[in-house]
């Protein structure tokens, strides 16, 4: 009974000491055993392992390929216009005790704290050389200064145990007192060019109505010279008629002229003209009358609408424009309201 009280305690000892000196390796793992701080085995390939039991620890890293985002940072290329630029890696741990060696307790935190400064330092060195410019960074060009960051990256990295697998640049931009000023004079490029656009477009228009304008001036003074001419035309050929007229019987013209003068002025048909016998404006149709031997002759007596038959109708030239005609038909029906003196003659 005593000896079995005493061999459970060291059996349960005995399994707790082999199973605290098994340890499993994940496929995605790379293992260091330590003893002390010192490095006594690298366990790189996964499976089970085995260590000393309290004397003895094991550190795991990651094997797998992990990222790394850099701060922003600014930098000044070539032709002096500063960028604000961050990036990022991919990198994996390819030495395990390089790496331990490296950056001891600290492990992967400590890794990406300086990892983050040396590239920072490649970035500010590739993009800052010369004829290196923010257009050119800002082009199809930015793959090659990537790969440029990477290999001068590379040398700093394996003293760390690492291997950069891939840098990428992942914003330029400008800085944010530079973008708004950026901003501004675009701004200000695009309202010259509208201003420009707008004077241009002014000077194009003012061209434009000032030869209409003087279109409309030179086609008004054409035909305002034309409708002189033919005036002209018209009042002279008005005027070969009337004194073609008047030189062939004088006396029947001037009878005629105070016939029509008397029928217009005796439209209405209320219309009551009162005259003496002596009136000039009668004197023709009273000389046409005391021809018959009378000496007096009442106007009641007279017959307008014989005379009138009698008397031959006053024709206008065919020869005459259209306008023309209308006109002096016109004139011809205003005469005798108007009082003109040939015809009060």
Same mark, same amino acid.
């Given at each position: 009974?005593?000896?079995?009280?005493?061999?459970?305690?060291?059996?349960?000892?005995?399994?707790?000491?082999?199973?605290?000196?098994?340890?499993?390796?994940?496929?995605?793992?790379?293992?260091?055993?330590?003893?002390?701080?010192?490095?006594?085995?690298?366990?790189?390939?996964?499976?089970?392992?085995?260590?000393?039991?309290i004397?003895?620890?094991?550190?795991?890293?990651?094997?797998?390929?992990?990222?790394?985002?850099?701060?922003?940072?600014?930098v000044?290329?070539?032709?002096?216009?500063?960028?604000?630029?961050?990036?990022?890696?991919r990198?994996?741990?390819?030495?395990?005790?390089?790496?331990?060696?490296?950056?001891?307790?600290?492990?992967?935190?400590?890794?990406?704290?300086?990892?983050?400064?040396?590239?920072?330092?490649?970035?500010?060195?590739?993009?800052?050389?010369?004829?290196?410019?923010?257009?050119?960074?800002?082009?199809?060009?930015?793959?090659?200064?990537?790969?440029?960051?990477?290999?001068?990256?590379?040398?700093?990295?394996?003293?760390?145990?690492?291997e950069?697998?891939?840098?990428?640049?992942?914003?330029?931009?400008?800085?944010?007192?530079?973008?708004?000023?950026?901003?501004?004079?675009?701004?200000a490029?695009?309202?010259?060019?509208?201003?420009? /656009? !707008?004077? =241009? *477009?002014?000077?194009? @228009?003012? &061209?434009? $109505?000032?030869? +209409?304008?003087?279109?409309?001036?030179?086609?008004?003074?054409?035909?305002?010279?034309?409708? /002189? !001419?033919? =005036? *002209?035309?018209a009042? @002279?050929? &008005?005027? $070969?008629?009337? +004194?073609?007229?008047?030189?062939?019987?004088?006396?029947?013209?001037?009878?005629?002229?105070?016939?029509?003068?008397?029928?217009?002025?005796?439209?209405?048909?209320?219309?009551?003209?009162?005259?003496?016998?002596?009136?000039?404006?009668?004197?023709?149709?009273?000389?046409?009358?005391?021809?018959?031997?009378?000496?007096?002759?009442?106007?009641?007596?007279?017959?307008?609408?014989?005379?009138?038959?009698?008397?031959?109708?006053?024709?206008?030239?065919?020869?005459?424009?259209?306008?023309?005609?209308?006109?002096l038909?016109?004139?011809?029906?205003?005469?005798?309201?108007?009082?003109?003196?040939?015809?009060?003659?």
């Open positions: 009974m005593r000896k079995s009280a005493f061999l459970l305690p060291v059996i349960a000892v005995a399994v707790i000491g082999f199973l605290s000196a098994l340890f499993i390796v994940d496929e995605r793992e790379k293992a260091l055993v330590l003893q002390f701080g010192q490095i006594k085995q690298v366990v790189e390939e996964p499976g089970l392992g085995f260590k000393l039991p004397i003895q620890e094991v550190v795991k890293y990651d094997d797998r390929i992990l990222s790394l985002d850099t701060d922003t940072i600014e000044t290329p070539s032709d002096d216009r500063r960028l604000v630029v961050d990036a990022f890696a990198y994996r741990i390819s030495d395990v005790v390089q790496f331990r060696q490296a950056v001891g307790v600290g492990g992967i935190r400590a890794a990406e704290d300086r990892l983050s400064s040396i590239l920072n330092a490649q970035i500010r060195e590739v993009l800052g050389a010369d004829q290196v410019t923010s257009d050119s960074i800002l082009s199809p060009q930015r793959g090659d200064l990537a790969r440029r960051i990477r290999a001068n990256a590379r040398a700093s990295a394996e003293s760390l145990g690492l950069i697998v891939d840098v990428r640049l992942k914003q330029t931009n400008l800085p944010q007192q530079n973008l708004d000023a950026t901003f501004a004079r675009m701004r490029e695009r309202e010259r060019e509208a201003a420009d /656009e !707008i004077a =241009r *477009g002014n000077e194009a @228009a003012q &061209r434009v $109505r000032a030869a +209409a304008d003087r279109t409309v001036v030179e086609t008004v003074s054409n035909a305002q010279r034309e409708a /002189e !001419i033919t =005036r *002209g035309e009042d @002279a050929e &008005r005027n $070969r008629i009337y +004194a073609e007229a008047f030189g062939n019987n004088p006396e029947f013209f001037a009878f005629y002229r105070s016939l029509s003068a008397l029928e217009r002025s005796l439209q209405g048909e209320n219309s009551t003209l009162v005259f003496s016998p002596e009136s000039e404006f009668l004197a023709e149709l009273f000389n046409a009358v005391r021809a018959d031997g009378l000496t007096e002759v009442a106007i009641d007596d007279i017959d307008i609408d014989r005379l009138r038959e009698m008397a031959p109708e006053m024709e206008i030239s065919p020869d005459l424009p259209e306008s023309e005609r209308q006109r038909e016109e004139e011809g029906g205003q005469g005798g309201e108007s009082g003109d003196p040939e015809v009060s003659n």
